[in-house]
């Protein structure tokens, strides 16, 4: 997808008629459908109206010279710009409810599958999820930080090794595994279970490291060096890169299927690069908490996909109906299938999210 038409005028846009937007649609149709531009002979033949391929070659100046559309090179037909797939989603794409096919999937592979399994699991499976549904990449990123703590339990598995056990005031529980330090007796990791229980209850995971650090003098007087690096680790081991977020992204491979030509192959190279850019990726879908519902992203609106020209389509899932405790969704070419996209992204967090809330 190009950028070039970032500077269209907003209102010639807004005064579009009938014609001009039904051709505009079939432009966009066909390249979601093929990938491929379309030229103004098979437009006259797509329309559901009488008109020559000259009336048709007339609308589509107009409509590059909104910005809308533009052409590949010389000789092609039109494909739609980053501008023109936004307006196509706000304004004239027609998002119908979720197939019972694709609710029962997600009915099954979430919901059902969720007894007695970790968050943590539950999440990737979702993320594997609609990266089969969608053909796409499915990314989740699950806020830590916001989650009350109940309990905690450090349990050694072997001589270097130990089990972190934590429990949160959902009810979910979740494990680690640390190292431990050489010449660390047995009785330090009971101390630290029963020195971080003392404190833990109510809080969350960014306000007890906070209250440790903030405490370092009295926590020092308390437990010896060893413990309390003991105690760092463990709660470090959920903390990831800082903020207490963590990202799955399942279905790269995906994004390899389909290539049209040697740009597409460039395109989902730089895709492929962006989200190795987990830094970057996490504050993405960070912006999707922002609303209510599903958010879409396209292209260079921002700065991750600025190159490979993508697409992300994403929402909130919660605790209750405020409290909001991660994002997921689905990233790809910016030919995606929208309609079906959609629903199935507010589906899927709909169910993690009343899944998290009875505490599965």
């Known amino acids: 997808m190009t950028n070039q038409a970032s500077q269209a005028p907003a209102r010639a846009i807004v005064d579009l008629n009938e014609r001009s937007r039904e051709i505009f649609r079939q432009i966009v149709e066909a390249y979601l459908a093929t990938g491929e531009p379309v030229g103004s002979r098979n437009l006259s033949r797509l329309i559901p109206m009488t008109l020559s391929p000259a009336s048709v070659r007339n609308v589509m100046a107009d409509l590059e010279a909104t910005g809308l559309i533009y052409s590949p090179h010389a000789s092609a037909g039109r494909l739609p710009t980053e501008l023109g797939m936004r307006f ?52 989740v990123v699950t806020t830590k930080n916001n989650t009350r703590l109940k309990h905690v339990e450090f349990v050694q598995l072997e001589p270097r090794r130990a089990l972190v056990v934590l429990v949160s005031d959902d009810g979910s529980v979740e494990n680690r595994v640390v190292a431990l330090p050489p010449g660390l007796p047995a009785s330090a990791l009971t101390e630290a279970t029963n020195f971080l229980n003392a404190r833990i209850l109510g809080k969350t995971l960014a306000e007890l490291r906070a209250d440790l650090q903030n405490s370092r003098a009295a926590v020092e007087r308390e437990i010896d060096a060893l413990t309390a690096g003991l105690i760092e680790a463990g709660l470090a081991s959920w903390a990831g890169d800082g903020d207490g977020r963590q990202l799955f992204v399942r279905g790269q491979a995906n994004l390899l299927e389909d290539l049209k030509a040697t740009e597409d192959l460039e395109r989902v190279r730089l895709l492929l690069a962006d989200l190795e850019t987990q830094r970057e990726v996490v504050d993405l879908l960070a912006r999707a908490e922002d609303g209510e519902g599903v958010r879409i992203f396209i292209g260079s609106e921002n700065k991750l996909f600025s190159l490979s020209g993508s697409t992300m389509i994403a929402a909130p899932f919660k605790i209750g109906h405020e409290k909001i405790v991660g ?19 507010d589906y899927t967090a709909k169910v993690v999210s009343a899944l998290i809330d009875r505490g599965r």
């Open 88 to 139: 196509f989603v706000d304004a004239l794409l027609e998002v119908g409810d979720l197939s019972s096919e694709d609710r029962a999937r997600i009915d099954v592979e979430v919901r059902a599958k969720s007894q007695d399994r970790t968050l943590d699991a539950v999440l990737r499976d979702a993320s594997q999820l609609l990266s089969g549904m969608s053909r796409g990449a499915g990314v």
């Open 327 to 345: 994002v997921l969704g689905v990233i790809g070419p910016t030919r995606l299938n929208y309609a079906r996209i959609i629903p199935m992204v």
